[in-house]
Protein backbone atom coordinates (compact mmCIF):
# COMPACT_ATOMS: atom_id res chain seq x y z
CA UNK A 1 0.00 0.00 0.00
CA UNK A 2 1.22 3.12 -1.00
CA UNK A 3 -0.41 6.70 0.39
CA UNK A 4 1.01 10.10 1.20
CA UNK A 5 -1.36 11.80 4.29
CA UNK A 6 -1.13 13.86 7.16
CA UNK A 7 0.05 12.14 10.35
CA UNK A 8 -1.79 11.87 13.37
CA UNK A 9 1.07 9.80 15.58
CA UNK A 10 0.81 6.32 16.35
CA UNK A 11 0.07 3.97 19.67
CA UNK A 12 1.94 1.10 20.47
CA UNK A 13 1.19 -1.44 18.37
CA UNK A 14 2.92 -4.59 15.95
CA UNK A 15 2.26 -4.57 12.07
CA UNK A 16 2.41 -8.04 10.33
CA UNK A 17 4.35 -5.89 7.95
CA UNK A 18 7.49 -4.00 7.91
CA UNK A 19 6.52 -0.25 7.94
CA UNK A 20 8.75 2.17 6.05
CA UNK A 21 7.77 5.36 6.92
CA UNK A 22 9.37 9.06 5.09
CA UNK A 23 8.68 12.21 7.27
CA UNK A 24 8.47 15.86 5.35
CA UNK A 25 8.18 18.90 7.65
CA UNK A 26 8.60 17.16 10.74
CA UNK A 27 10.36 14.65 13.04
CA UNK A 28 9.07 11.62 14.24
CA UNK A 29 9.86 10.20 18.12
CA UNK A 30 10.23 6.68 17.99
CA UNK A 31 10.02 4.17 20.78
CA UNK A 32 10.90 0.56 19.85
CA UNK A 33 10.39 -2.40 22.66
CA UNK A 34 13.95 -2.97 24.25
CA UNK A 35 15.75 0.17 22.09
CA UNK A 36 16.47 3.79 23.52
CA UNK A 37 13.99 6.41 21.91
CA UNK A 38 15.26 7.70 18.28
CA UNK A 39 14.10 10.68 16.63
CA UNK A 40 13.13 10.37 12.72
CA UNK A 41 14.05 14.08 11.51
CA UNK A 42 12.57 15.19 8.23
CA UNK A 43 13.50 13.39 4.96
CA UNK A 44 14.88 10.51 6.70
CA UNK A 45 13.41 6.89 6.89
CA UNK A 46 11.97 5.43 9.85
CA UNK A 47 12.16 1.45 9.45
CA UNK A 48 9.98 -0.64 11.48
CA UNK A 49 10.24 -4.54 11.37
CA UNK A 50 7.31 -6.94 11.17
CA UNK A 51 6.22 -8.12 14.40
CA UNK A 52 8.37 -5.33 16.84
CA UNK A 53 6.15 -3.66 19.33
CA UNK A 54 6.44 0.21 18.48
CA UNK A 55 4.86 3.72 19.21
CA UNK A 56 5.77 7.16 17.68
CA UNK A 57 4.47 10.51 17.94
CA UNK A 58 5.47 13.96 16.07
CA UNK A 59 7.64 16.42 17.30
CA UNK A 60 8.67 19.87 16.40
CA UNK A 61 5.64 20.53 13.89
CA UNK A 62 2.45 21.02 14.20
CA UNK A 63 1.51 19.52 11.21
CA UNK A 64 3.53 17.61 8.92
CA UNK A 65 3.38 14.67 6.16
CA UNK A 66 4.80 11.01 5.69
CA UNK A 67 5.17 9.26 2.98
CA UNK A 68 4.97 5.25 3.88
CA UNK A 69 4.65 1.47 2.74
CA UNK A 70 4.09 -1.74 4.04
CA UNK A 71 6.84 -4.06 2.73
CA UNK A 72 7.25 -8.10 3.01
CA UNK A 73 10.54 -9.37 2.09
CA UNK A 74 10.83 -13.08 3.26
CA UNK A 75 13.13 -16.09 2.68
CA UNK A 76 12.96 -19.54 3.37
CA UNK A 77 10.76 -20.38 6.34
CA UNK A 78 9.06 -16.84 6.68
CA UNK A 79 11.93 -15.25 7.40
CA UNK A 80 12.00 -11.82 7.65
CA UNK A 81 15.01 -10.44 5.35
CA UNK A 82 15.42 -7.60 7.04
CA UNK A 83 15.36 -8.28 10.36
CA UNK A 84 17.66 -10.75 9.66
CA UNK A 85 20.47 -8.72 8.04
CA UNK A 86 19.53 -6.10 11.23
CA UNK A 87 18.75 -3.03 9.30
CA UNK A 88 18.82 0.00 12.04
CA UNK A 89 15.39 2.22 12.19
CA UNK A 90 16.46 5.12 11.24
CA UNK A 91 18.47 5.67 7.73
CA UNK A 92 19.40 8.82 6.72
CA UNK A 93 18.20 11.65 4.02
CA UNK A 94 20.88 10.14 1.21
CA UNK A 95 18.29 6.83 1.45
CA UNK A 96 15.34 8.93 2.07
CA UNK A 97 15.16 10.92 -1.58
CA UNK A 98 16.35 7.60 -3.13
CA UNK A 99 13.02 5.66 -1.64
CA UNK A 100 11.01 8.37 -2.16
CA UNK A 101 11.36 8.25 -5.86
CA UNK A 102 10.62 4.54 -6.21
CA UNK A 103 7.79 5.21 -4.08
CA UNK A 104 6.45 7.60 -6.53
CA UNK A 105 7.11 5.07 -9.87
CA UNK A 106 4.74 2.45 -7.54
CA UNK A 107 1.75 5.14 -6.76
CA UNK A 108 1.71 5.61 -9.94
CA UNK A 109 0.76 2.16 -11.16
CA UNK A 110 -2.31 1.65 -8.83
CA UNK A 111 -4.86 2.60 -10.95
CA UNK A 112 -3.53 -0.15 -13.44
CA UNK A 113 -3.47 -2.39 -11.11
CA UNK A 114 -6.46 -2.37 -9.83
CA UNK A 115 -7.39 -2.98 -13.20
CA UNK A 116 -5.37 -6.27 -13.29
CA UNK A 117 -2.72 -4.79 -15.38
CA UNK A 118 -0.20 -8.14 -14.84
CA UNK A 119 2.79 -5.92 -16.53
CA UNK A 120 1.88 -3.10 -14.20
CA UNK A 121 2.10 -5.84 -10.88
CA UNK A 122 5.90 -7.29 -12.27
CA UNK A 123 6.61 -3.43 -12.37
CA UNK A 124 5.75 -3.21 -8.91
CA UNK A 125 7.35 -6.51 -7.98
CA UNK A 126 10.79 -4.79 -9.60
CA UNK A 127 10.55 -1.94 -7.82
CA UNK A 128 9.68 -3.60 -4.58
CA UNK A 129 13.58 -5.37 -5.12
CA UNK A 130 15.23 -2.04 -6.27
CA UNK A 131 13.55 -0.78 -2.61
CA UNK A 132 15.40 -4.43 -0.83
CA UNK A 133 18.35 -3.72 -2.69
CA UNK A 134 19.15 -0.16 -1.14
CA UNK A 135 17.97 -0.85 2.56
CA UNK A 136 20.50 -3.80 2.58
CA UNK A 137 22.68 -1.47 2.03
CA UNK A 138 22.74 -0.67 5.59
CA UNK A 139 22.22 -4.00 6.80
CA UNK A 140 24.53 -4.82 9.48
CA UNK A 141 24.59 -8.50 8.73
CA UNK A 142 25.93 -9.11 5.26
CA UNK A 143 25.66 -13.07 5.02
CA UNK A 144 23.07 -15.32 6.19
CA UNK A 145 23.96 -18.80 7.75
CA UNK A 146 24.15 -21.30 5.07
CA UNK A 147 21.08 -23.37 4.62
CA UNK A 148 20.71 -26.51 7.45
CA UNK A 149 19.49 -29.61 6.05
CA UNK A 150 17.33 -30.21 8.68
CA UNK A 151 15.45 -26.55 7.27
CA UNK A 152 15.26 -28.10 3.77
CA UNK A 153 13.30 -30.92 5.30
CA UNK A 154 11.08 -28.87 6.98
CA UNK A 155 9.84 -26.56 4.00
CA UNK A 156 7.32 -28.92 2.66
CA UNK A 157 5.55 -28.24 5.87
CA UNK A 158 6.29 -24.87 6.30
CA UNK A 159 4.52 -24.21 2.44
CA UNK A 160 1.58 -26.60 3.65
CA UNK A 161 0.58 -23.98 6.62
CA UNK A 162 1.11 -21.28 4.42
CA UNK A 163 -1.44 -22.57 1.70
CA UNK A 164 -4.05 -24.19 4.30
CA UNK A 165 -4.35 -21.25 6.96
CA UNK A 166 -8.50 -21.17 6.18
CA UNK A 167 -8.74 -25.16 7.72
CA UNK A 168 -7.45 -27.42 9.95
CA UNK A 169 -3.93 -28.29 10.15
CA UNK A 170 -2.86 -31.27 11.65
CA UNK A 171 0.36 -32.39 13.07
CA UNK A 172 0.20 -35.57 11.64
CA UNK A 173 -0.08 -34.04 8.03
CA UNK A 174 2.85 -31.62 9.13
CA UNK A 175 4.98 -34.83 9.99
CA UNK A 176 4.26 -36.66 6.66
CA UNK A 177 5.26 -33.65 4.54
CA UNK A 178 8.76 -33.85 5.76
CA UNK A 179 8.35 -37.48 6.26
CA UNK A 180 9.02 -37.43 9.97
CA UNK A 181 7.16 -39.46 12.50
CA UNK A 182 4.76 -36.55 14.52
CA UNK A 183 7.37 -36.69 17.75
CA UNK A 184 9.98 -36.54 15.64
CA UNK A 185 8.89 -33.68 13.83
CA UNK A 186 7.95 -31.69 16.48
CA UNK A 187 11.25 -31.97 17.62
CA UNK A 188 13.10 -30.84 14.64
CA UNK A 189 10.58 -27.80 13.98
CA UNK A 190 11.24 -26.37 17.42
CA UNK A 191 15.08 -27.07 17.41
CA UNK A 192 15.62 -25.19 13.63
CA UNK A 193 12.65 -22.74 13.79
CA UNK A 194 12.95 -21.67 17.73
CA UNK A 195 9.27 -22.37 18.06
CA UNK A 196 6.62 -24.80 18.10
CA UNK A 197 4.67 -26.13 15.25
CA UNK A 198 1.21 -24.83 17.01
CA UNK A 199 3.04 -21.69 17.96
CA UNK A 200 4.20 -20.95 14.06
CA UNK A 201 0.44 -21.88 12.74
CA UNK A 202 -0.85 -19.46 15.40
CA UNK A 203 1.56 -16.53 14.28
CA UNK A 204 0.71 -17.08 10.76
CA UNK A 205 -2.86 -16.81 11.19
CA UNK A 206 -2.77 -13.93 13.21
CA UNK A 207 -0.48 -12.32 10.48
CA UNK A 208 -2.88 -13.15 7.83
CA UNK A 209 -5.68 -11.55 10.26
CA UNK A 210 -3.61 -8.63 10.44
CA UNK A 211 -3.50 -8.49 6.60
CA UNK A 212 -6.89 -8.64 6.30
CA UNK A 213 -7.42 -5.96 9.23
CA UNK A 214 -5.55 -3.30 7.68
CA UNK A 215 -5.84 -3.92 3.41
CA UNK A 216 -9.72 -4.20 3.40
CA UNK A 217 -12.93 -3.51 5.32
CA UNK A 218 -13.73 -7.79 5.85
CA UNK A 219 -16.49 -7.88 9.08
CA UNK A 220 -14.04 -9.26 11.78
CA UNK A 221 -16.12 -12.35 12.07
CA UNK A 222 -14.65 -13.13 8.13
CA UNK A 223 -11.33 -12.38 8.97
CA UNK A 224 -11.38 -14.86 11.71
CA UNK A 225 -13.01 -17.51 9.32
CA UNK A 226 -10.84 -16.69 6.22
CA UNK A 227 -7.49 -16.86 8.69
CA UNK A 228 -8.49 -20.11 9.85
CA UNK A 229 -9.95 -19.50 13.81
CA UNK A 230 -12.32 -21.47 15.20
CA UNK A 231 -14.94 -19.00 15.85
CA UNK A 232 -14.74 -15.02 16.19
CA UNK A 233 -14.59 -15.38 19.80
CA UNK A 234 -11.52 -17.58 20.11
CA UNK A 235 -9.80 -15.10 17.47
CA UNK A 236 -10.60 -11.89 19.59
CA UNK A 237 -9.04 -13.85 22.71
CA UNK A 238 -6.19 -14.85 20.95
CA UNK A 239 -5.68 -11.39 19.19
CA UNK A 240 -6.05 -9.51 22.23
CA UNK A 241 -3.47 -12.11 24.34
CA UNK A 242 -1.31 -11.60 21.64
CA UNK A 243 -1.70 -8.05 20.57
CA UNK A 244 -2.37 -6.39 23.27
CA UNK A 245 -5.50 -4.64 21.63
CA UNK A 246 -8.41 -6.12 20.10
CA UNK A 247 -9.24 -6.62 15.96
CA UNK A 248 -11.33 -3.21 15.31
CA UNK A 249 -9.00 -0.94 18.08
CA UNK A 250 -6.29 -2.50 15.71
CA UNK A 251 -8.11 -1.87 12.76
CA UNK A 252 -8.84 1.87 13.69
CA UNK A 253 -5.48 2.47 14.96
CA UNK A 254 -3.49 1.94 11.78
CA UNK A 255 -4.87 4.31 9.86
CA UNK A 256 -3.26 6.91 11.65
CA UNK A 257 -0.26 6.46 9.68
Not at 199 to 223: C, F
Request: hydrophobic share 40%.
Amino acid sequence: RWKRRRPEGGAGRVLPHTLICIPEGGNWELELDGQPPATIHSGEVMLIHRGVRHRFHMSGARVMYSTWALVSFEGLADMDILAAAQVPPVLPRSTGRRLLEILAEARNLDAAIKQGDLAALAQRQWLGFRILKILLEHARVRRLAPANPDLDRLLPAVYYVDSHLRGPVSMAELARQSSLSTSRFHHVFKRVLGTTPKSYIQSARLRLAQHLLITSSTPVADVAEQAGFASPYHFSHVFRRQMHTTPTAFRKDFWPY
